[in-house]
C-alpha cells in the first residue's frame, strides 16, 4: 500500500516552468514504477512520463518530450515532474502515480494538482 500526495501545481505564463512534486508514504516505494498523468477539462486522462524502479529508465509522451523531465529519489520517497517551456495545452490536473513490481497497470493514485498554463 502506498500514498501519493502531489504538490506544486499553479498558475504560469506561457513559456514559464514548474515543478511538481509526489510524496509518497510506504515501505516498498524503491520498488514501484512511477508515473505522471494529467486530464484536461472534457478530455480522458493520459500519460505524460514514467520512471521505472530497476534501472531509472524514463518515458515520455512525445507531446511533452524535451520539455519536461522525470525524476525521483528514493531515499525521500518522491518523484517530480520538471515542467519547462509550458504551453497552455499543457493545463491540466497532473496526477501521480504508483505501480508495483510485476503489476501491470498503476494501482496507486494521488488526489491530483492543477497546473493551468496562460497564453
Known amino acids: 500500500q502506498v500514498q501519493l500526495v502531489e504538490s506544486g501545481g499553479g498558475l504560469v505564463q506561457a513559456g514559464g516552468s514548474l515543478r511538481l512534486s509526489c510524496a509518497a508514504s510506504g515501505r516498498t516505494f524503491s520498488r514501484y514504477d512511477m508515473g505522471w498523468f494529467r486530464q484536461a477539462p472534457g478530455k480522458g486522462r493520459e500519460f505524460v512520463a514514467s520512471?521505472?524502479?530497476?534501472?531509472?529508465?524514463?518515458n515520455y509522451a512525445d507531446s511533452v518530450k524535451g520539455r519536461f523531465t522525470i525524476s525521483r529519489d528514493n531515499a525521500l520517497k518522491t518523484v517530480t515532474l520538471q515542467m519547462n517551456s509550458l504551453k497552455p495545452e499543457d493545463t491540466a490536473v497532473y496526477y501521480c502515480?504508483?505501480?508495483?513490481?510485476?503489476?501491470?497497470?498503476?494501482?496507486?493514485w494521488g488526489q491530483g494538482t492543477q497546473v493551468t498554463v496562460s497564453s
Open positions: 502515480a504508483a505501480k508495483p513490481d510485476g503489476s501491470r497497470r498503476y494501482e496507486y
Open positions: 520512471i521505472s524502479w530497476s534501472n531509472y529508465n524514463t
